[in-house]
């Protein structure tokens, strides 16, 4: 519970999660989402916030995270919004460090990894409902790592139970059944290969299986039923649209701090290689399956280290048991790092004992009301939430002055905020809900945004009557040529207004 406390401490202060948490406009249009329910107590079925796409189907697949941070922010504003997510992430770090013990982990080996995950997961350290599924991905693996332990009826109706509000809360439920299958794969297949040394891997393999299936049930019940399945997973599959999203790309290994990163990835490998030496081939068929994730998409690296760093600890710690169970060690190696070695063993085992005897979850509620009076403070107020230096918080205030009919062309990120500055009220052009709008819009709009060929056309036909872009877009001279007159310019967005026919 101390490092959680830390991490609380680490977040508002040196990651400045005060502003870095709202760092991506998304934030904006869930707060609108979750106080809309709420207020409605309807979901939205069409989309509310365009006027490009009015109108359309929408699917709010994460509409209790956003009730959630829609009934945060009309209690506290984005303060406890704030808090809410920094709690989240301190409650993460707290169960990565008990799963490392329940995967097997040493206590060093644990500490000597936490740096690298913390970077590696801060990359997705956002205000957003996918920060609060990590626990819950933890859980799962948890569940599939106890397996032999967990077999009860009982048992399979708490998963049912996660399972509907899981799927209610992020799309990233569809982990769970994926973790159960592979592991009882793993089950099957060395009760297949190593038939004498498996005995019980089928039986525990079955039990996954109905724990699967039990949790798959749980998350139909949601507003959406089997549809959810549907539009996930043909989101999901629709590459002509994730490759137009930033988040789904390949990580950049020649950014800066890229060497965490990096390091991260080759454990994690190192880690599945040496389960599959164990035979404990569910553990190293999950790994693989997450790395090929990660370099794939960077989305998926912060799940790399929030699974794979314990998973890995824990093959390492029964190597090491394994290949030191003699008292003197191998007799061609240098005795006093045997017996440096084995004294560190020794020393992290006990560090172990005690931390299992002071979990310290009785001072959770202590820690969260330190930590909101310090949010609470004047100084931490005014300076919680979208950053001036990156979103249009000054051009905001011309905006309001604009007819209420007005078709304001803006980017993805510039529309996000402006769902949440005018609470939705004001109709904007695009925004981070990358499968409402498809594949054919992004199209148009990059062509539009980047003046690729036939940009004009492209304007004509969404015949916005000003823009709203970030200050250095080549959009802006185009405009200004065909005669769009400025009302608003500083060095984060300037607006123009087009000329009236």
């Known amino acids: 519970m101390a490092m959680a406390a830390i991490v609380w401490l680490y977040c508002v202060f040196m990651f400045d999660g005060r502003r870095e948490l709202f760092r991506d406009a998304d934030t904006g249009w869930h707060i609108r989402t979750g106080e809309r329910i709420a207020m409605t107590m309807q979901l939205p079925a069409a989309d509310p916030y365009s006027f490009t796409v009015r109108g359309k189907p929408w699917f709010a697949w994460e509409w209790l995270s956003d009730v959630a941070m829609g009934a945060v922010h009309a209690k506290w504003g984005l303060q406890g919004v704030a808090v809410l997510f920094i709690s989240a992430i301190a409650a993460t770090v707290w169960l990565w460090i008990r799963f490392n013990w329940a995967a097997g982990g040493d206590f060093l080996l644990a500490c000597a990894f936490l740096p690298l995950f913390l970077p590696a ?41 996660c399972g509907a509000l899981w799927a209610n809360l992020h799309a990233s439920f569809l982990i769970a059944p994926l973790t159960g299958l592979l592991y009882a794969v793993g089950l099957w297949t060395a009760a297949w290969v190593w038939p004498a040394t498996s005995s019980g891997s089928r039986r525990e393999a079955h039990w996954l299986a109905f724990a699967c299936v039990s949790f798959l049930a749980g998350t139909l019940v949601n507003p959406y039923g089997w549809r959810l399945y549907q539009h996930v997973l043909s989101y999901l599959a629709d590459s002509d ?41 569910g553990r190293c068929l999950l790994m693989l399956c997450l790395l090929v994730m990660a370099l794939r998409s960077a989305r998926a690296i912060p799940v790399v280290a929030l699974v794979c760093l314990p998973l890995t600890n824990g093959s390492l710690r029964s190597w090491w048991n ?151 877009a080549p959009l802006r001279h185009a405009l200004e040529k065909d005669g769009w007159r400025a009302l608003y310019s500083d060095n984060v967005a300037f607006l123009l207004e087009r000329p009236r026919m």
């Open 121 to 161: 997961s801060s990359i997705h350290w956002l205000a957003r409902p996918h920060v609060l599924s990590w626990p819950l991905i933890l859980g799962a693996v948890w569940v599939a790592e106890r397996a032999p332990v967990r077999q009860s009826r009982r048992f399979l109706i708490v998963l049912f139970g």
């Open 241 to 281: 649209l994730l490759d137009r999203v930033a988040e789904f790309q390949s990580f950049n290994f020649h950014a800066r701090g890229a060497g965490q990163i990096a390091a991260v990835m080759t454990i994690s490998f190192l880690g599945a290689a040496v389960a599959a030496g164990q035979r404990k081939l």
């Open 322 to 472: 394994n290949a030191w169970e003699a008292r003197t060690g191998p007799r061609d190696m240098n005795q006093r790092l045997v017996n440096g070695l084995r004294g560190a063993a020794g020393y992290s085992a006990n560090l172990l004992t005690i931390d299992r005897h002071l979990g310290g979850i009785a001072l959770a509620p202590l820690f969260l009301a330190a930590g909101c009076a310090v949010m609470a403070l004047p100084g931490m107020a005014t300076s919680t939430g979208f950053s001036p230096k990156d979103f249009p918080v000054a051009a905001a205030n011309r905006v309001a002055d604009l007819p209420a009919d007005a078709r304001l062309l803006s980017t993805d990120k510039f529309g996000g905020y402006l769902i949440y500055r005018f609470a939705g009220q004001r109709p904007v052009f695009f925004d981070g809900r990358s499968d409402l709008y498809g594949s054919e819009f992004m199209k148009q709009y990059l062509k539009l945004v980047e003046l690729r060929p036939g940009w004009e056309q492209v304007l004509n036909g969404f015949q916005p009557t000003h823009a709203l872009l970030p200050a250095d």
